[in-house]
């Protein structure tokens, strides 16, 4: 089918270095921040594949997600 253009895909789960390059981070800060709880795992999607949810990444990069902060208005 010559022309055919296919949409772009929007990503819905990323890659450990994708979600550190996400947000705008070295992987071993992104690493760090995991290990440390600040920032939650990953999902086990199948055996031996890790990925985070774009959504939930683009929440946490608008401070969005930030246990016992209800209170506060940004």
């Given at each position: 089918m010559k022309?055919?253009?296919m949409p772009?895909?929007?990503?819905?789960?990323?890659?450990e270095p994708s979600a550190a390059a996400?947000?705008?981070m070295?992987?071993?800060v992104f690493r760090d921040l995991v290990e440390a709880g600040a920032i939650p795992p990953g999902?086990?999607?199948a055996p031996g594949l890790v990925r985070w949810d774009v959504d939930q990444?683009?929440?946490i990069?608008?401070?969005?997600?930030c246990d016992g902060m209800d209170d506060v208005t940004w």
């Open positions: 022309g055919l253009i772009k895909l929007t990503p819905i789960m990323a890659s996400l947000l705008d070295p992987l071993d999902r086990h999607i990444l683009k929440r990069g608008r401070a969005e997600t």
